[in-house]
Structures are given as C-alpha cells and as structure tokens.
C-alpha cells in the first residue's frame, strides 16, 4: 500500500498555506485530497481552480454531480465517491440519481443518462468520440459547450482520482458513512 503525507496549515510548504486556509474556510474542514495535494503548491492551485471553473460551468447540481460521480466510480475513486456523495446531499441532487451513479445503473432522466453516457465514453475511449455519440448527446439536448465542460470535469477528476488511488487518502469522516468500493456495486 502506497501513502503520501497528508498536511496540515502548519506543515505546508509555504505555497499551500493559503490555498488550505481557504479549503478550511470553504468546507469547515481540509479535506484529505486537500492536504495530500498540498505537498505541490501548483497541483493543488490547480485542482481549486479546476473545481472552481468546473462549478461555474454551465451545468446544474445534477449535471455536476453526473460527471463527477460517473468519473470517479469509472476510476474506482475510494475517496472521491463518498465524498461526492456528500456533497450531492449538500446540493439537495435528489439520492436516486447518486444511488444510480454509485451503483452504475441508468439514470431515470434520458437527458441525465446521455450525459453519463457521453462522459463514459469520454473517459473509456480516452477522448475519442464519433459522430454518432456527439449526434446522441446533441439530440439530448446538449451542446458542443458540454461536451468540453465534461473534459473540464474529467481534468479535475483525473488530477484527485489518481492521486487518491497513489496516497491512498482516508476517507474524511463526514463522509464516511457514504463508504463505497467498486467490489460492493449493486446492479
């Protein structure tokens, strides 16, 4: 099992220092991936920043958490699926669509399901897409805008998926309870 240090304001190169006081004002809390990122000032200013303009994107809560959640359970994110679980709670996502997400069955809104469906395959075919897939997204309802704010969100994802998977980072308590590993899907 692989670790990497998980800090705190203290023990922060002094890069990160302010980028964790603002995680703490932000959430209450530094989250795990937080500290874990801190060792490296710069992908921690990225990861923020990433997230931030991921936020501000043009999908709504749900369609957020479609991305975030379809990414991190492709990747098996021990972390990040309860995490996102949590946070999809907080958002008031309705606990069908992340119950779905989490247990890799369609979604009841086509339009939600040609989102996951699309990011799916962003994500397994590594970015290569056909005509057909994007004609299936558009004819969702979705634009050109989206499919390239789904790559935004898979940036995000990729930079803390891949380093929980390196640090094995624990899962933060508040979001323990959402507990979750690709062996214990239910489909």
Request: net charge negative.
């Amino acid at each position: 099992m692989t670790t990497l240090k998980i800090h705190d304001i203290e023990s922060a190169p002094e890069g990160s220092k302010s980028l964790l006081e603002n995680s703490q004002k932000s959430f209450g809390m530094i989250p795990g991936l937080h500290g874990v990122l801190a060792s490296s000032p710069k992908i921690l200013e990225a990861y923020q920043t990433l997230h931030q303009l991921f936020v501000d994107s043009s999908f709504n809560e749900e369609e957020l958490t479609v991305v975030w959640q379809t990414i991190n359970v492709e990747h098996a994110c021990h972390y990040c699926v309860p995490a996102h679980t949590g946070i999809a709670k907080m958002m008031k996502v309705d606990d069908a669509i992340t119950e779905a997400l989490r247990n890799e069955t369609p979604l009841e809104s086509s339009k939600l399901e040609a989102l996951r469906t699309m990011t799916l395959t962003i994500v397994r075919n590594r970015g290569y897409v056909t005509q057909d897939d994007l004609d299936a997204f558009y004819a969702a309802g979705y634009g050109e805008a989206q499919v390239l704010e789904i790559i935004l969100g898979l940036s995000q994802k990729t930079i803390s998926n891949y380093v929980n998977h390196i640090a094995n980072t624990p899962v933060d308590a508040p979001f323990q309870k959402f507990e979750w590993s690709k062996e214990n899907v239910v489909k």
